[in-house]
């Protein structure tokens, strides 16, 4: 399978918020693939188990090559023989806010469906391995919602 990068214009980049996308990928082992986009391509990690939608969750990122800005709307199968065989879905998506980003520490605000809130990717290098990332919604944002949902009294108790 060929990829190619649609590269937004000067524009367009202005114009439009930076989005994000998590695909199911059912290949040798089922894992989530978590992009954003960023420097003209969808920065991208490999998320063993399903992604955090909630504070204190942690799971672990694979930094893997980067994908052109096209495979942000991919689903469907990767054919047997190729890199990635499996079928694909899309998980989540929708837009993010940078906060800050440094060469080992990218903060985040997610606006999708599931995923909602300011989250970090953290390079661990766990094991000796500098692909290897944390990724977790900040603890504060989940005490902005709480309290959101006692002043406001329309959110299910969480018990």
Do not use: C
């Not at 990767?78 to 520490?105: C, F, H, M």
């Amino acid at each position: 399978m060929a990829l190619r990068a649609a590269p937004r214009s000067a524009i367009e980049e202005q114009a439009l918020p930076a989005r994000f996308v998590v695909q199911e990928h059912h290949a040798t082992r089922l894992h989530w693939d978590f992009r954003l986009e960023m420097d003209r391509v969808l920065k991208s990690w490999a998320v063993p188990k399903e992604p955090p939608f909630k504070p204190g969750v942690r799971r672990l990122a694979v930094e893997v090559e980067d994908h052109p800005l096209d495979y942000i709307d991919f689903q469907g199968e990767i054919p047997e023989g190729e890199y990635g065989a499996g079928t694909v879905t899309v998980w989540d998506k929708g837009v993010y806010e940078l906060s800050s980003r440094t060469e080992n520490k990218i903060v985040f605000t997610l606006n999708g469906v599931k995923m909602r809130g300011e989250y970090i990717l953290l390079r661990t290098g766990f094991q000796g391995d500098p692909k290897n990332w944390l990724i977790f919604q900040t603890k504060q944002e989940g005490q902005r919602e709480a309290k959101a949902g006692k002043a406001g009294g329309n959110r299910p108790s969480e018990r």
